[in-house]
């Protein structure tokens, strides 16, 4: 894993614009399309903002969620809800071109089969997205892959849902497909993430953001998670 530090979480969202700016240029120009996974979180949020005063090749470029909460539309605890105000609000990507997990729909099941079919019309079969960010949380876990719950164990769906946490349910995007990303972006800021930094570099299997391929892996870090 190549790991960077920077003194801010503004520094980690500016540098991880960069990077996904490059990424964008790069697939576009290898494959004709950029397809990434993106995370919630205020530093997200932030990196969004940033994405938008970058060189994107914006008409090429997919935006797919790696989870999402199953919450009514427009709801504040729906990272769309704030993807939607960070991106699409600043940038001028196709409304279309945002993807979202359909949370909404009656059966969820199915809802899961339905996104995962759209991964793969974005990124072949098995999908390979081109990069996907992920955040840590303060107890490990990453995605909406959450402790204890048995969705860590699912490896036969790209797409599943959890129990409830933290109040809701959620829809999320599982190992297999994360692990085939070309790039993985860990976007980490804050004192309460730096307990974990270590156990995630080491790879540690008893925390949900261990088994995440290292390979082709980028951690950007603020000096407060990083300590």
């Known amino acids: 894993m190549h790991i960077e530090t920077l003194a801010t979480s503004d520094a980690v969202a500016a540098r991880a614009a960069q990077i996904i700016a490059s990424e964008a240029r790069n697939a576009v120009a290898a494959r004709g399309r950029f397809v990434m996974a993106v ?5 997200p949020w932030q990196m969004l903002r940033a ?13 797919v969620q790696v989870d999402e909460r199953i919450a009514p ?6 990272n769309l809800t704030h993807l939607r105000e960070s991106l699409l609000s600043h940038a001028p990507i196709p409304e279309s071109h945002i993807h979202a997990m359909p ?10 089969s339905d996104y995962t079919a759209t991964l793969e019309s974005l990124c072949g079969h098995p999908p390979i997205l081109d990069l996907a960010h992920l955040g840590l949380g303060p107890d490990g876990h990453t995605a909406s892959l ?3 719950d048995p969705v860590c164990h ?5 797409v599943a849902l959890t129990g409830i946490y933290q109040n809701r349910r959620r829809m999320t995007l599982t190992y297999p497909v994360l692990n085939r990303s070309r790039h993985i972006l ?10 974990m930094i270590p156990r995630l570099l080491a790879a540690d299997p008893t925390i949900p953001a261990g088994p995440i391929s290292q390979q082709n892996a980028t951690l950007l870090a603020d000096t407060d998670a990083a300590g």
Not at 51 to 63: G, K
Not at 73 to 78: L, T
Not at 154 to 158: G, L, M, S
């Open 39 to 43: 995370s919630g979180g205020r530093t």
């Open 186 to 195: 860990w976007v980490v800021t804050g004192a309460e993430k730096k307990p």
């Open 51 to 63: 994405l938008a005063h970058e060189d994107v090749p914006w008409a090429s470029l997919h935006v």
């Open 73 to 78: 539309d427009g709801d504040k605890d729906r």
């Open 146 to 148: 959450i402790p204890s």
């Open 103 to 112: 949370v909404n729909a009656t059966d969820l099941d199915q809802a899961c």
């Open 154 to 158: 699912v490896q036969n769906a790209e």
